[in-house]
């Protein structure tokens, strides 16, 4: 199967005018990405043989493209990593994956990522040649030196099937994972996303997630090459910028955690216009109220708004119900390419399973083999530890995390389903729900809620509001704690373990 690589070699030679990324004033044609990725390849394997890693530590930029692609020519896997991560993750993960070159840049959010790669790498015993992107590089070396190669070495064949990409888990329940994908596990989830998202040459994605993400990083690389997409990025989220953009460059498709989605919409109505040029919003990695979907379908020209559900492991396990807008708003969509089933699960409610999930855009492994020990099952089915119950028939609702769910005297509730329906509220304007131990009852259940105006509601407007839903009463939870916002990581998650922690140290 054509690979990445290919693939821009044939644009740059059958459109090299075509623009392919706009980052700011920069707008990178085919051609110019060819000349500059080929070079880069030539430097990247005199510097380590093929096979080898790279990582990069970059916000939306266009030199990731460059750095992603040249490590695809150069048959080098690409490790992207998130720029939020500070010393101790960034320690681990250069070590476990043994990076012999990551790009930085010198400084980004006030923050100092020359000093920082300075103490990490000090106590590494084969530690990576760092590239600093974008201002003075000191002792390391700078990413227009890599350009002064005087000759191009011959770049080699690439197999479709080896590692194309290495992506770390945010760990949020124990060490980082790496994730492997091969150039055809993502080729297969691109195809996915052109069959089902209404993708069409000439079409331009907004790119506010991050590009260490999977989804940040396939709109961004990906796409422009296999599906002739143009990438808007933004390397910080300002929801009226963001605005501004889509209109200017007439954006056709954005895709976002529940943040995103929120901020789109209120701009959107700030700058009263309804974005005619959007087809599609992709809601996903994060718990994504039905109502939020609801307002947006309903506020937008044209925009078909969906929630997802997928897993770094398998990308978009759930294509959302883009041809379905009565299941949209409710449910987490059909599976697309890839093959679901539940399986029981002490912590499912009744009628619930255990997600597991197997098709083409699946991981081809762990870095580490151990932590495939309890990833699969004998069918190879991917056991994801996310909860889910089928809806008319092939519709997927997830209700929770297995370790997420909440057990009070015997019952066991599912956060995700009370948190959809409070995010009805009037009064709330986000919210967590985490169980907290509990002398007499095993554990409770706490809301975190940031209100839309003060002081926010107690917990008898929680269970008035429930009970008018219909919802069972011991679902309702017994305290409230009134929070200025809730903690998440860059793809929008909330870090619940993070919320549980601090409230349980407070008691």
């Not at 089902?196 to 506010?208: A, E, N, Q, S, T």
């Not at 992709?282 to 947006?296: D, H, N, Q, W």
Request: aromatic share 6%.
């Amino acid at each position: 199967m054509p690979t990445l690589a290919d693939a821009l070699c044939d644009s740059a030679r059958r459109t090299p005018e075509r623009v392919l990324l706009v980052d700011g004033d920069i707008r990178l044609d085919c051609e110019s990405l060819y000349r500059q990725a080929r070079t880069l390849a030539a430097a990247l394997l005199s510097r380590m043989p093929t096979g080898g890693v790279v990582s990069f530590m970059l916000p939306n930029w266009h030199e990731a493209a460059v750095v992603y692609l040249a490590a695809t020519m150069a048959g080098i896997a690409v490790n992207p990593i998130l720029p939020s991560l500070r010393d101790r993750e960034l320690a681990f993960i250069l070590g476990d994956v043994d990076s012999r070159m990551i790009f930085v840049p010198n400084e980004f959010r006030q923050h100092d990522y020359v000093s920082m790669l300075d103490r990490v790498t000090r106590g590494m015993d084969s530690p990576p040649e760092v590239v600093v992107v974008r201002g003075e590089s000191g002792r390391h070396t700078a990413y227009a030196a890599l350009f002064e190669q005087q000759a191009e070495a011959g770049l080699p064949a690439v197999d479709s099937a080896s590692v194309r990409m290495i992506l770390y888990t945010s760990g949020t329940t124990g060490r980082a994972k790496g994730v492997l994908h091969s150039h055809d596990s993502i080729h297969a989830l691109i195809c996915q996303l052109r069959d089902h998202w209404f993708i069409d040459p000439g079409d331009k994605f907004l790119v506010p997630s991050p590009i260490a993400h999977i989804g940040g990083s396939i709109y961004a690389f990906e796409c422009p090459l296999l599906l002739g997409t143009t990438a808007v990025l933004m390397d910080r989220w300002d929801p009226d910028e963001a605005v501004a953009l889509m209109v200017a460059e007439q954006c056709t498709h954005m895709a976002g955690a529940t943040p995103f989605l929120e901020g789109l919409l209120a701009a959107a109505e700030r700058a009263d216009t309804r974005l005619p040029d959007l087809k599609v919003f992709i809601c996903g990695g994060a718990s994504v109220p039905p109502s939020l979907i609801r307002r947006a379908t309903a506020y937008f020209d044209r925009a078909v708004v969906t929630r997802v559900y997928g897993s770094t492991e398998v990308p978009v396990t759930t294509v959302g119900s883009p041809t379905d807008p009565e299941h949209a708003a409710d449910t987490d969509g059909r599976p697309g390419i890839a093959t679901v089933k539940l399986v029981a699960h002490d912590a499912a409610p009744p009628g619930s399973g255990e997600i597991c999930a197997r098709g083409p855009q699946m991981l081809v492994g762990y870095r580490n083999p151990e932590d495939e020990r309890d990833a699969f099952d004998d069918e190879g089915y991917f056991r994801t530890g996310d909860l889910a119950q089928w809806v008319d028939d092939d519709y997927l609702v997830v209700t929770g995390r297995a370790k997420d769910i909440i057990i009070r005297s015997g019952e066991n509730i599912a956060p995700k389903e009370v948190e959809d329906i409070l995010g009805g509220h009037p009064g709330i304007a986000e919210i967590a729900i985490v169980g907290l131990p509990d002398a007499r009852t095993g554990e409770r259940a706490c809301a975190v809620i940031v209100p839309a105006a003060s002081p926010g509601p107690d917990v008898e407007s929680l269970r008035d509001f429930l009970i008018d839903s219909g919802v069972a009463k011991f679902k309702v939870p017994e305290q409230v704690v009134i929070a200025e916002s809730l903690p998440r990581n860059d793809a929008g998650k909330v870090l619940k373990h993070q919320i549980r922690a601090e409230l349980t140290k407070a008691e």
